[in-house]
């Protein structure tokens, strides 16, 4: 149980295009939802709270024009990389925080995007 | 806001040796500590993860225990083995309300040497 998926798994796209990366959780409903990015040998860095039916909250310093985020139902959450440079290639990892068990956080298995 | 300190960054055992990972929090209403560990490539896993209410849990090889007065917690592994080579992430969250982001150490890269 508490499976969540991320699709696709990873991404080239060439500079300026957008890029749209789906966060699923599969067996569970899912209230809020997380965007992580993760540099190389680095930690976890929380992009953007994800609500179903209300606008994400975004941490200071992170665009919210750059990346759209959308949670239009308890099972799926989208996040948009509008006009990609190749400083936003990394790798994109979201997280689904299950109702009844609502602090617990189950990761999907990461997007990496490459832009060129 | 919170903030999460974790040492060392990395840590090399011999296999059948003990590892502790060790974390400290700044904000004494987080309440909620878990810990994930990450192979290359892959999603962070849940191991173990504790509340504010309890001072210590086990499960099997791994335990983790929680000083609240001192904010801080840290990760044992007992007999280590190849397979628990891995990086390991502490977190803590203020889960309530309309709150529960998981903050993140900057991770522990545990190397076990067969």
């Known amino acids: 149980g508490a499976v969540v998926s991320q699709h696709p798994s990873w991404v080239i796209c060439k500079s300026g295009t957008s890029v749209k990366i789906e966060c699923r959780s599969l067996?569970?409903?899912?209230?809020?939802m997380f965007w992580y990015r993760q540099f190389p040998k680095q930690s976890l860095m929380l992009m953007a709270t994800?609500?179903?039916?209300?606008?994400?909250?975004?941490e200071q310093g992170v665009e919210k024009d750059k990346f759209l985020i959308n949670h239009a139902s308890l099972t799926l959450s989208t996040l948009t990389v509008t006009s990609a440079h190749p400083e936003d290639s990394s790798f994109y990892i979201c997280?689904?925080?299950?109702?009844?068990?609502?602090?617990?956080?189950?990761f999907g298995p990461g997007t990496r995007l490459l832009v060129l | 806001g919170e903030n999460v300190e974790q040492h060392p960054s990395t840590l090399s055992v011999q296999e059948g040796d003990s590892a502790v990972i060790k974390c400290t929090y700044s904000?004494?209403?987080?309440?909620?500590f878990p810990w994930y560990k990450q192979e290359l490539g892959k999603r962070p896993q849940l191991i173990i993860d504790?509340?504010?209410?309890?001072g210590e849990k086990k499960d099997q090889r791994i335990a983790v225990t929680l000083n609240k007065t001192a904010k801080h917690f840290s990760l044992h592994i007992t007999e280590t083995q190849p397979e628990d080579s891995a990086v390991y992430f502490c977190?803590?969250?203020?889960?309530?309300?309309?709150?529960?982001?998981?903050?993140f150490g900057k991770g522990t890269k545990l190397s076990v040497k067969p």
């Open positions: 904000d004494s209403a987080s309440n909620y």
């Open positions: 067996d569970f409903q899912a209230t809020t």
């Open positions: 977190a803590a969250s203020r889960y309530g309300g309309s709150q529960g982001n998981l903050i």
């Open positions: 504790i509340r504010s209410n309890v």
């Open positions: 997280s689904a925080r299950e109702v009844r068990r609502a602090e617990t956080q189950y």
């Open positions: 994800s609500n179903e039916g209300s606008k994400a909250t975004y």
